[in-house]
């Protein structure tokens, strides 16, 4: 218990510490395929997290470690204004927009401010939607939430440690948008913070973050695949398609656990996902999968870090046949890590927005044909 206390502190510390040091006040060049290019949309938002879009336009945006909640006007436009619109919450990092109301999940419980679009400069007291998630420490008790399209509302709840049996945790929650029928829909997951559904097949995708210390190149983090309910994906016993876990192996079997759709690179720290669903990028993206990687903290100084990008999976009849770069520059050539994307949002237009919370900016990458 003291260890894995021991572990969270310094894991939050590290994140403090990655967001308040200064960047480079210049903008980041980005490595993107033909025709594609980067600008920076917002600034000065300081820990930006999760991302959400109102019915009105307003873009709002989470933070982990300084408990504010931001609300962009007119983001699209050439003077983006933007309001802290909520202060002093308990990691608030994952949102989600849903019948004129914003939903924030906190690390125990989940609100929600009715009609907010009618009130970013003075928002009302918000409502409690479920005033008891599952909660044991500090560790991965920052959600990710988001609503499918029967109008119910997910949330990732994360393992209290690193490794160890998590009775109740390390699940994907779903529930009525008004908190009821609160059910578990799948196990064994230890820290998702992204996630989306299949625009065709309705299916639930998510990525996972894996353990850490087994090693540089193990094991892979991951996407998943929920194609039904009620499945375990392998936490804490098994990680990646068959890696057994050396301490708790005899506890359970990688045959009980669902293999990941995409095994990812080990320790790039998935984060947000999306399916492109937009009209601005070529065909060849339509339904594709973006994710950002957020990127490692303690691989060895000889395997050097990964992650630190927006990787692409291709998909082809609803199974992942490629993983590559898409968006590469928040790393520099001396593995300097210039800015960390955290989360992902297909904007009306098409574009593709990214949160970066060390640099306190969003991105938009926009496309245009060549020739």
Same mark, same amino acid.
């Given at each position: 218990?003291?260890?894995?206390?021991?572990?969270?502190?310094?894991?939050?510390?590290?994140?403090?510490?990655? /967001?308040?040091?200064? $960047?480079?006040?210049?903008?980041?060049?980005?490595?993107?395929?033909?025709?594609?290019?980067?600008?920076?949309?917002?600034? #000065?938002?300081?820990?930006?997290? &999760?991302?959400?879009?109102?019915?009105?336009?307003?873009?709002?945006? &989470?933070?982990?470690?300084?408990?504010?909640?931001?609300?962009?006007?007119?983001?699209?436009?050439?003077?983006?204004?933007?309001?802290?619109?909520?202060?002093?919450?308990?990691?608030?990092?994952?949102?989600?927009?849903?019948?004129? $109301?914003?939903?924030?999940?906190?690390?125990?419980?989940?609100?929600?401010?009715?009609?907010?679009?009618?009130?970013?400069?003075?928002?009302?007291? &918000?409502?409690?939607?479920?005033?008891?998630?599952?909660?044991?420490?500090?560790?991965?008790?920052?959600?990710?939430?988001?609503?499918?399209?029967?109008?119910?509302?997910?949330?990732?709840?994360?393992?209290?440690?690193?490794?160890?049996?998590?009775?109740?945790?390390?699940?994907?929650?779903?529930?009525?948008?008004?908190?009821?029928?609160?059910?578990?829909?799948?196990?064994?997951?230890?820290?998702?913070?992204?996630?989306?559904? !299949?625009?065709?097949?309705?299916?639930?995708?998510?990525?996972?973050?894996?353990?850490?210390? =087994?090693?540089?190149?193990?094991?892979?983090?991951?996407?998943?695949?929920?194609?039904?309910?009620?499945? #375990?994906?392998?936490?804490?016993?098994?990680?990646?398609?068959?890696?057994?876990?050396?301490?708790?192996?005899?506890?359970?079997?990688?045959?009980? $656990?669902?293999?990941?759709? +995409?095994?990812?690179?080990?320790?790039?720290?998935?984060?947000?996902?999306?399916?492109?669903?937009?009209?601005?990028?070529? $065909?060849?993206?339509? +339904?594709?999968?973006?994710?950002?990687?957020?990127?490692? /903290?303690?691989?060895?100084?000889?395997?050097?870090?990964?992650?630190?990008?927006?990787?692409?999976?291709?998909?082809?009849?609803?199974?992942?046949?490629?993983?590559?770069?898409?968006?590469?520059?928040?790393?520099?050539?001396? +593995?300097?890590?210039?800015?960390?994307?955290?989360?992902? =949002?297909?904007?009306?237009?098409?574009?593709?927005?990214?949160?970066? #919370?060390?640099?306190?900016?969003?991105?938009?990458?926009?496309? !245009?044909?060549?020739?």
């Amino acid at each position: 218990m003291e260890l894995t206390v021991r572990f969270t502190v310094i894991l939050l510390m590290m994140q403090l510490f990655i /967001w308040q040091v200064s $960047a480079d006040e210049a903008d980041l060049h980005f490595d993107l395929p033909n025709g594609f290019a980067a600008t920076v949309l917002v600034r #000065d938002v300081a820990n930006a997290r &999760s991302l959400a879009l109102g019915e009105q336009g307003t873009l709002f945006i &989470s933070t982990q470690v300084i408990g504010k909640l931001y609300a962009v006007t007119d983001a699209f436009s050439s003077a983006p204004r933007l309001i802290t619109i909520a202060t002093d919450l308990d990691m608030p990092n994952g949102i989600a927009f849903f019948d004129g $109301a914003l939903y924030v999940a906190e690390a125990k419980r989940i609100v929600r401010y009715r009609n907010i679009e009618q009130h970013l400069e003075n928002i009302a007291e &918000s409502e409690v939607v479920v005033a008891e998630l599952p909660f044991k420490n500090k560790m991965h008790a920052w959600k990710y939430i988001g609503f499918d399209s029967r109008d119910r509302l997910y949330v990732s709840i994360g393992a209290p440690c690193n490794i160890c049996e998590a009775p109740g945790l390390a699940v994907m929650l779903r529930m009525n948008a008004d908190g009821s029928k609160l059910e578990t829909i799948a196990r064994g997951i230890r820290n998702s913070v992204g996630f989306d559904w !299949h625009p065709t097949t309705g299916e639930l995708w998510f990525t996972d973050n894996g353990r850490d210390m =087994l090693g540089d190149n193990v094991p892979p983090d991951e996407l998943n695949r929920m194609h039904q309910e009620g499945l #375990d994906y392998g936490f804490p016993y098994c990680h990646g398609v068959d890696i057994a876990d050396p301490k708790l192996a005899e506890l359970g079997h990688c045959a009980d $656990a669902v293999p990941p759709a +995409q095994s990812l690179g080990p320790h790039v720290a998935p984060l947000g996902m999306r399916f492109y669903t937009g009209s601005m990028f070529p $065909a060849e993206y339509h +339904q594709q999968v973006f994710i950002a990687e957020h990127g490692s /903290w303690n691989r060895s100084k000889s395997a050097g870090k990964t992650g630190y990008r927006i990787s692409l999976v291709r998909l082809n009849k609803n199974r992942p046949v490629s993983y590559e770069p898409f968006m590469e520059g928040f790393m520099n050539d001396d +593995q300097q890590v210039l800015g960390r994307p955290v989360d992902l =949002l297909i904007a009306p237009d098409g574009s593709l927005l990214v949160s970066d #919370d060390k640099r306190g900016v969003i991105y938009r990458v926009t496309y !245009h044909k060549q020739g």
